[in-house]
């Protein structure tokens, strides 16, 4: 059973950083690549970085490029996003998924975290 | 303002049939066939419903499907059941710089 857990959200100031982690499980995580999206309270769903399987390859929304920087590590089976700058306007939940191919560019994401809550504030 | 446009909300009475639209642009629905739709009940993850324009993953009944025309996608819920009763999201690959891009959600409600 594929299983994708978030960790990492809480309560940060503006301007701070903050690290998440989605630790992947029940598939071959090194041969798919991986996306964080984030859904911001009563919203909709925003895609935030894509990344792919030997992460040679990685893209992010104009909204975060810059401040956010996506990564992998196919030993631990786990894919992160290291969040900085942090503004208001980041606070989501957000969800890990898994793409059904190798390349992050085929955005279908077939199976999703539960997500974890990042909230931007002083 | 998301990229690509869905409406609101849909509803229909169990049983019915159902069209939620999904229009974009020459820069991503109209070009790539990389359009996904997605399920989300209230206070739970999305669900992969179609893929690839009208590819449904194992395990989505076939009262779900999707086309495209143009700029515009579609996804049809047919033989409407109370399950179905969710936000509903369309996505697609786009040449602009942001790559990916959802719709505004449409909220389904079954009457």
């Known amino acids: 059973e594929v299983q994708l857990v978030e960790s990492g959200g809480g309560l940060v100031q503006p301007g701070r950083s903050l690290r998440l982690s989605c630790a992947a499980s029940g598939f071959t995580f090194d041969d798919y690549a991986m996306h964080w999206v984030r859904q911001a309270p009563g919203k909709g769903l925003e895609w935030v970085s894509g990344?792919?399987?030997?992460?040679?390859?990685?893209g992010y929304a104009d909204s975060v490029k810059g401040r956010f920087t996506i990564s992998r590590d196919n030993a631990k089976n786990s894919l992160y996003l290291q969040m900085n700058s942090l503004r208001a306007e980041d606070t989501a939940l957000y969800y890990c998924?898994?793409?059904?191919?190798?390349?992050?560019?085929?955005?279908?994401?077939?199976?999703w975290g539960q997500g974890t809550l990042v909230t931007v504030s002083s | 303002q998301s990229a690509l446009t869905q409406p609101p909300s849909v509803s229909g009475s169990p049983g019915q049939s159902v069209t939620i639209s999904c229009t974009g642009t020459s820069s991503d629905v109209g070009s790539y066939n990389r359009v996904s739709w997605y399920q989300q009940p209230p206070g739970t993850a999305p669900k992969l419903m179609i893929y690839?324009?009208?590819n449904r993953p194992s395990g989505v009944p076939d009262r779900f499907s999707g086309s495209k025309s143009g700029n515009t996608a579609s996804l049809t819920i047919s033989g409407l059941q109370a399950e179905d009763e969710a936000d509903y999201y369309c996505s697609s690959y786009t040449s602009s710089s942001t790559h990916v891009v959802f719709g505004g959600g449409t909220k389904l409600t079954v009457l």
């Open positions: 998924a898994k793409a059904r191919y190798f390349d992050w560019l085929d955005s279908s994401l077939d199976y």
């Open positions: 990344i792919s399987w030997n992460s040679g390859s990685i």
């Open positions: 690839e324009v009208s």
